[in-house]
Each structure stands twice: as structure tokens, then as C-alpha cells.
């Protein structure tokens, strides 16, 4: 799952509004193949695309305003860097220990 900062703003194309901007910035991660989550800079979950859902197996609506560290396996970050012999598959497969939402 890749991460990105809510800071992040794409640049907004000539005479388009703050929301017509926003919704551009929606669309483009909702088109993204790859599971994608926006934190704030405390660490929360602010905005994700159906791939995150389905692949963390929460609705949005469960996921917002939670920490993201809710959502990434324990050590998870630590095991990339420390274990360079594991295979990013393997990384990838790990399972959050602890359940975050109510089985769809």
C-alpha cells in the first residue's frame, strides 16, 4: 500500500476551482490500480481508494480517522528495512494481528 502526505496537492489546472481540484485529486486515486491511503500528518487516515478497502477489507467509512498504523501489520516497516532476505510478496502478505472492522 502506498502512502502519501494530505499536503500533497497536485497543481491546479487554469481557472479550476479549489473543489473542481479536489475532485481531480479524488478521481485519479480512485483510478489508481494500486491500494492508496492519505494521512494527515498526525498519522490519520483522511482519504483511501476502493483498492485500499479491499484489500484491507474495511468500507472508508470505517477507516477514516483512524491512525493509520491501524492498518499496517505490526513491525511492519521495520521488517522491510531489517529483513532484506524477505521478498516484498512476503512483506505484503502480512496480516494486521488485530482485526480493525467488522468482517464484510
Excluded: W
Aim: net charge negative.
Amino acid at each position: 500500500m502506498k502512502s502519501t502526505s494530505a499536503h500533497a496537492r497536485l497543481p491546479a489546472a487554469a481557472g479550476e476551482t479549489s473543489q473542481e481540484s479536489a475532485a481531480r485529486y479524488r478521481g485519479l486515486l480512485e483510478a489508481a490500480p494500486d491500494a492508496m491511503v492519505v494521512v494527515n500528518r498526525a498519522g490519520e487516515i483522511v482519504l483511501l481508494n476502493l483498492q485500499a478497502e479491499k484489500q484491507v477489507g474495511c468500507h472508508r467509512d470505517e477507516l477514516v480517522g483512524q491512525a493509520v498504523t491501524n492498518i499496517i501489520p505490526e513491525g511492519f516497516a521495520e521488517r522491510l528495512i531489517a529483513d532484506d532476505l524477505r521478498s516484498a510478496a512476503d512483506a505484503l502478505a502480512q496480516q494486521p494481528s488485530v482485526p480493525i472492522c467488522e468482517p464484510a
